[in-house]
Structures are given as structure tokens and as C-alpha cells.
């Protein structure tokens, strides 16, 4: 008897091929759309990528369902990132989809209803029990995954991880899917594109604060330092309409101070002096279930398609490596100095040879304190 699996179909051409792929190894598909919480007043093409799941079930001929997922969505998700922007921090949404959502409450569900697997369209791959980076470099998503678990994985099918994106589209063509020459997904995680600024204003007041130099030079105003995140060169999106220069010169967010309501910036000459070799991060996950080593080298990434730096791991003073697997923080120290280390991010950790990106395992991560 053929394995059950429930794909999650977003109305994209990635879990539409992944779908394909399924069928074509004889798995007993079940087609998902998962319905996520939509902002009321601002524009959301939620229910065309749901019809155009539905056509691309219908074409390969499988049963097609809609999870309900807009309370948990709204409360892992939302109310997550709000709390992160109040906070001054930038939060990584995608992230929190992934773990509460996707592999949340998408894995529970489609376990009570008889499925051995779920499958997704992310670029990734699992080789024994691993998490590998995806052949296509370009695409690859294990940065947004640093937070699953063995307990998921065992039920997680990723078909596309061994495919390159020209080749994704090619095989929808071949298979003739509605969602062949469908456009990238953008925007945040189920929702899509849409002004964040003016969305976040409906729920965080703005707050005029000063533009700073390290010096104490005042530039400019802002509206809030919860809108602003680090290494932007100008005010973040439709809340500030003009950059922080001063004569021509441009100025980047090298710092922000919560208390006081302060951004502080530098041009590009003075930028350099504000980055970081040691990063501290919280809420760590291994995918293993185990720690690394803390004396050898590793590679890590502090934003998504960042290319890897080198770095080793610390754990916390007086906390031997278990321990740190679940209280407290750890240290990661890079190679050289990182630009933009922005708290409320995810920096995630890999392991593998050096001469092949592709085959380097994705071990686990935290958030940037």
C-alpha cells in the first residue's frame, strides 16, 4: 500500500512540481492549501493561489483540501512579529511559519487524518535524518528551517531540493500545470506582498525621535525606532520619505536605542567601526537534537542568501553543552567582522567540506540577542 502524504500546495510552481514528482514515485497524494490569517483593508491574492491549487490538484488528479490554519497563524505569526517591531527588534516571520505552521500545525493535522508524510516545495534536502543545503544555491531555503526538529523530519518530504529553479519551471511546463509560469511568491510567509509600513502602523503609534551620528550629530528624524531596521542606508519604507544624508553623503542604521527613541547612524567610512566578530543568540534549536562541537570551525549566515562566514561556537559560561541545548545562550564567534547584525534575525549554523556548498548540512540556529 502507497504511503499517504499530504502536500502543502501553495498555488506556486515549486509545490505544484513537488506534487508532480510525488505522483510520479506512486505516493497517494492529498493536494493542501493551508489558510493562514490576511490583513482586513489591504490586498491579499490568497484566494486565486487557492484556485490555482485547486486546478494543478485537478490536473494530476488528486484529492484536494483546505486547513484551516487562521487562529494559529494570527497568534504564532502576527502577534509575533508586532511584538518583535515593538520591541525595536526585526523579527523574521517566515521562520515562525515554518515552525507553528507548516510543520506545526499543517504535521498535526495531516497526521490525525492518516498521513505518513507531509511535503512542501522548499529547496532543501534530508539525507539521513540531515538537513542539506539545496543543489540550487540561489534558492535554497534551510536558513528558514533552522528550527525543526527529528521528531518533524521523520515525517517530511522535500521532492524539488535536488532541482534547480529553470529546471522547476521546465517540468511544469512538460506536465502543462496553470502554474508554470506563475510569478515568484513574494512578501511575507502566506500573506504575500503587501506595504508593511502602512500595515504596522495600524497597530504600533508612531514616535518622532532624532537621527544621530555616533558623535551625537543630529542628521535628521524618524518616526519610531521600531520601523527601522539595522544597515538600511534610508528610513524604512512609506514611513520616512527621505534618506538620512546630509550633503550628499549617505548614512546606514549602525545602532538603535529603544529608550531613548534614537537611531544612530554612520556613513560608509565610519560603518566599518560598528560591526561585529561575536554574536550572542537565544531560542536555540539543533536539528540533531545535539550540540555541536565548540572548538571546531563552522559556517554560519546572519540573513537569508548571506554568503557563509566562517565562526566557532561558545557556550555560555557555567553551562556545560546539554545544557545550553535548552537554557541559556551561546556565543558565536566569526572569522571577521559582520556588517548589519540586527537582533530579532535568525543566525543559522552549517557544517560540511568547504569545496562544496551543496553538500553542507544545515545543523541549527537561534535568534540574534
Known amino acids: 500500500m502507497a504511503s499517504k502524504v499530504f502536500v502543502a500546495m501553495s498555488g506556486g510552481v515549486d509545490s505544484s512540481v513537488a506534487a508532480v514528482l510525488l505522483k510520479q514515485k506512486g505516493y497517494d497524494l492529498v493536494g493542501c492549501f493551508i489558510r493562514g490569517w490576511y490583513p482586513k483593508g489591504f490586498y491579499c491574492d490568497w484566494k486565486e493561489d487557492r484556485r490555482d491549487a485547486m486546478r494543478v490538484c ?8 483546505t486547513i484551516d490554519a487562521e487562529k494559529e497563524y494570527k497568534r504564532d505569526v502576527v502577534d509575533y512579529m508586532l511584538r518583535e517591531y515593538k520591541a525595536g527588534r526585526t523579527p523574521n516571520p517566515d521562520v515562525m511559519c515554518n515552525k507553528n505552521i507548516k510543520f506545526g500545525i499543517f504535521l498535526k493535522k495531516a497526521l490525525s487524518l492518516g498521513a505518513d508524510y507531509i511535503a512542501t516545495g522548499h529547496y532543501v534536502k534530508i539525507e539521513n535524518c540531515k538537513l542539506k543545503i539545496a543543489r540550487d544555491l540561489n534558492k535554497d531555503q534551510s536558513y528558514f528551517l533552522w528550527t525543526l526538529t527529528q521528531k518533524q523530519l521523520k515525517h517530511c518530504l522535500f521532492p524539488i531540493g535536488d532541482l ?7 517540468l511544469a511546463r512538460k506536465n502543462n500545470l496553470p502554474t508554470a509560469e506563475k510569478d515568484e511568491s513574494m512578501g511575507v510567509c502566506f500573506i ?9 502602523k495600524k497597530y504600533i503609534k508612531p514616535k518622532k525621535g532624532k537621527v544621530v551620528t555616533a558623535d551625537g550629530k543630529i542628521v ?11 544597515g538600511q542606508r534610508h528610513g524604512w519604507g512609506g514611513l520616512a520619505r527621505r534618506s538620512f544624508s546630509e550633503g550628499g553623503v549617505p ?108 553538500k553542507k548540512t544545515m545543523l541549527g540556529g537561534g535568534i540574534i540577542k
Open 58 to 65: 485537478a490536473k494530476l488528479g488528486i484529492s484536494f483540501i
Open 164 to 170: 534547480l529553479k529553470p529546471q522547476v519551471r521546465e
Open 192 to 200: 504575500g506582498e503587501f506595504p508593511m509600513a502602512d500595515f504596522l
Open 220 to 230: 535628521g528624524e524618524h518616526e519610531g525606532v521600531m520601523f527601522y531596521t539595522i
Open 251 to 358: 548614512y546606514y542604521i549602525v545602532a538603535k536605542n529603544i529608550k531613548k527613541n534614537l537611531i544612530i547612524v554612520a556613513d560608509k567610512a565610519r560603518e566599518e567601526k560598528f560591526y561585529k566578530k561575536e554574536v550572542e543568540i537565544e531560542n536555540i534549536n539543533w536539528v540533531s537534537g545535539k550540540p555541536p562541537s565548540s572548538g571546531k570551525t563552522y559556517k554560519a549566515r546572519i540573513r537569508y542568501r548571506q554568503p557563509l562566514q566562517s565562526c566557532k561556537i561558545e557556550f555560555q559560561k557555567g553551562l556545560n553543552k546539554m545544557r545550553s541545548l535548552k537554557f541559556g545562550n551561546i556565543l558565536v564567534k566569526f572569522s571577521k567582522p559582520q556588517r548589519a547584525v540586527t537582533p530579532g534575525q535568525s543566525l543559522v549554523i552549517y557544517d560540511g567540506p568547504s569545496s562544496s556548498a551543496g
